[in-house]
DNA sequence: TATTGTTATACTCTATAACTATA
DNA sequence: TATAGTTATAGAGTATAACAATA
């Protein structure tokens, strides 16, 4: 049960829900970036071009919204995004910007998906005996916290 | 399933387990941070006083090794806990030393270690027959990260 | 030689406040 | 008055490299 058997410590954390939370999110998103940086392209951009993949003429701002990201935050996302020429900004009502996938912008959305999916089935296969889908469903369940 | 209902997007990835991850851990560590500010302890500094106490007489080496936090990144921690009066350091064998709590810091302790019980018995209560240990053991499989 | 503790530093992520221009 | 996009900035958190003292 403990995360770091070899430490001559004993580990009063490691059973904690919060501690674990955060122990896996960290081992996976490392492991994504590693897995992402191939396709030279960071977790949240990804994570970006799938949503405008899904949504094509969605504004930067619905995309903060859904991925719980500050307005402030998504401009050097979206700014970097344009300059690989993978996502294009059309006028939409002179204050927002309707965003769409270029020819460039569907490849890496596609080869970053494929990454994904394949880092997706990798961690589940971890869970020995565990239900991933009961897993997804719990996780679920605590993103809609009393905060806010 | 989707975590923003009222968004007028699709959701193309709450279904992912790394997502998933991500926001739930930021979720939860959001909360903990408000439940401790009225100890005036952070998440983090809470955890190494939990681990001090646990392990009296330990050094912060071990503790950055138990919880993952490089060597570097575990002075201002304990020079804060020590500032604060609420861990001892006293010298082992004149490079380490051995880590203790004061009278006062096993009362911050204690104070960390019911509100952090509290959190947790308030998101276990989040999931709605969903089980809270098998969550736990699934999240401890993901922790060993096929990473490093 | 390897380890502990430390300094300095840099990079990412996140958060706020304020501004503009548009609706 | 509210929203979209932006700028600037500040604070965490995390990473590396290097060094001194010690084992």
């Known amino acids: 049960m403990d995360i770091i058997p070899a430490s001559p410590l004993i580990d009063p954390v490691s059973h904690r829900l919060g501690y674990l939370l955060r122990r896996a999110s960290a081992a996976m998103m490392a492991d994504l970036a590693h897995t992402l940086s191939s396709c030279g392209i960071s977790p949240v951009e990804a994570t970006v071009l799938v949503v405008i993949g899904a949504n094509p003429g969605c504004t930067q701002s619905d995309i903060a919204r859904l991925l719980g990201i500050k307005r402030a935050n998504m401009v050097p996302i979206i700014a970097r995004l344009g300059a690989e020429g993978w996502v294009e900004r059309r006028p ?7 965003l769409h996938l270029t020819e460039a912008g569907m490849g890496v959305h596609n080869q970053a998906e494929l990454r994904m999916n394949e880092q997706e089935e990798r961690f589940s296969g971890l869970l020995q005996g565990q239900d991933a889908a009961a897993l997804r469903a719990a996780l679920a369940l605590l993103v809609r916290t009393p905060e806010e």
């Open 92 to 98: 939409m009502n002179g204050r927002s910007h309707a």
